[in-house]
């Protein structure tokens, strides 16, 4: 497992930190071994994900956990409002809203974005969907993040 250390982030713009993730050069987030998904593209106020459930996913009745589903539009939802963020202030989520419109079957194939809605100094609002290929929705998700110095005073 590598070593995530804040500083990897600390001198970059937000959009910077995540096409230098895409590109290979930053490390993809640790919550990737237990949830697979990884950023594809990113622009300003908005990130793509492409994520694959598999059997470490499942729940008792066999189909896609939704803390699967959770987890990765949280990710999108966040770091799309890191995204408009600048050097040395991050984002966490406060609240998270998420429906779900079918279930999500282990190899599913599928894309997560999220775009931002507003941004304030201190608080970030940011939608998400899952889609297939096709363009099938499973789920949509909101959130408000609070946005954070990367450093808070003591």
Same mark, same amino acid.
């Given at each position: ?22 590109? &290979? +050069? ?11 998904? !990884? $950023? *594809?593209?990113? %622009? ?43 050097? &040395? +202030? ?11 419109? !079918? $279930? *999500?079957?282990? %190899? ?47």
């Amino acid at each position: 497992m590598t070593d995530h250390n804040r500083s990897e982030w600390r001198h970059l713009g937000g959009l910077q930190f995540f096409l230098e993730v895409i590109e &290979g +050069r930053q490390p993809q987030a640790p919550m990737d071994e237990s949830v697979p998904f !990884r $950023p *594809v593209a990113a %622009g300003e106020g908005w990130i793509r994900f492409r994520t694959c459930a598999d059997l470490r996913h499942r729940n008792p009745f066999g189909t896609v956990h939704g803390g699967f589903v959770a987890t990765v539009l949280d990710a999108a939802t966040a770091c799309a409002v890191h995204t408009r963020l600048p050097r &040395g +202030r991050l984002a966490t989520t406060i609240d998270f809203q998420m429906k779900l419109m !079918r $279930p *999500v079957s282990i %190899g599913d194939e599928l894309e997560a974005e999220g775009r931002v809605i507003n941004l304030s100094r201190r608080l970030g609002v940011a939608e998400a969907t899952l889609k297939d290929e096709a363009g099938k929705l499973y789920a949509h998700a909101t959130a408000t993040c609070m946005i954070l110095e990367s450093d808070p005073p003591a």
